[in-house]
Structures are given as structure tokens and as C-alpha cells.
């Protein structure tokens, strides 16, 4: 499976942006997808998941209010729709697909795209 992420850019505090990511190859159906960010200095975290089948949501606090997760099914794309985005919000945002285990985990995700920038000035 190959994951495409794009939509990043540099934006001011306030803005708003979507990031998205389609799946492409020999995919399976009806796989969860979720984003992870990569703050400049920091660990890569959790930013919000979904479930594929009936569309349940995750979210960081950090992101709570502000973002939100959807997904279609018919092109296998999942997006975000970022607002009120905050300079703490500057990182690389990856998707990923395949989940195993807990949402909010790094290690319960089988494949990754290849990361879009976010930069937000203040």
C-alpha cells in the first residue's frame, strides 16, 4: 500500500488548512487511517484517527475543537481540516493506515506516507 499525504503549507496563527492522503496498490478494505505529527525538537505524536467501518474518531487534546478527521471511502482518503492552527501546531503530518492496536500508538500502524509540512507563524 502507498500512502500520498499533500495539503501542508506555511500559514499564519488563525489559519486553516486540509491535509489529505489517499491509499493506493493492493489495499485491503475497510482499514483504519489516522495522522501523526513530527514537531520540530519533539517525539512524533498522535493527532486523530478513524475507524473505516461506522467512522468513530480520535483525537489528541491538543487538537480537540480545532480538528477534525473524515474520510472517503469511494477514493480511500482520509483528510484533515485544520483550524484556529497555532504555532505549536508546526510539524511534519504523516498518515497511516493499518491499525493493530490502540489508535493513539505509533507501533499499531502498518504502513505510513511520506509526510507533508506544516509550518504556522505566529
Known amino acids: 500500500v502507498q500512502l500520498q499525504a499533500s495539503g501542508g503549507g506555511s500559514v499564519q496563527a488563525g489559519d486553516s488548512l486540509r491535509l489529505s492522503c489517499e491509499a493506493s496498490?493492493?489495499?485491503?478494505?475497510?482499514?483504519?487511517m489516522g495522522w501523526f505529527r513530527h514537531p520540530p525538537g519533539k517525539e512524533r505524536e498522535f493527532v486523530a484517527g478513524?475507524?473505516?467501518?461506522?467512522?468513530?474518531?480520535q483525537y489528541a487534546e491538543s487538537v480537540k475543537g480545532r480538528f477534525t478527521i473524515t474520510r472517503d471511502k469511494a477514493k480511500n482518503t482520509v483528510y484533515l481540516q485544520m483550524t484556529s492552527l497555532k504555532p505549536e501546531d508546526t510539524a511534519v503530518y504523516y498518515c497511516a493506515r493499518d491499525r493493530i492496536s490502540n489508535m493513539d500508538l505509533e507501533s499499531s500502524w502498518y504502513a505510513w506516507g511520506q509526510g507533508t509540512q506544516v509550518t504556522v507563524s505566529s
Open positions: 478513524i475507524k473505516w467501518i461506522g467512522g468513530d474518531t
Open positions: 496498490g493492493q489495499i485491503q478494505r475497510n482499514r483504519d
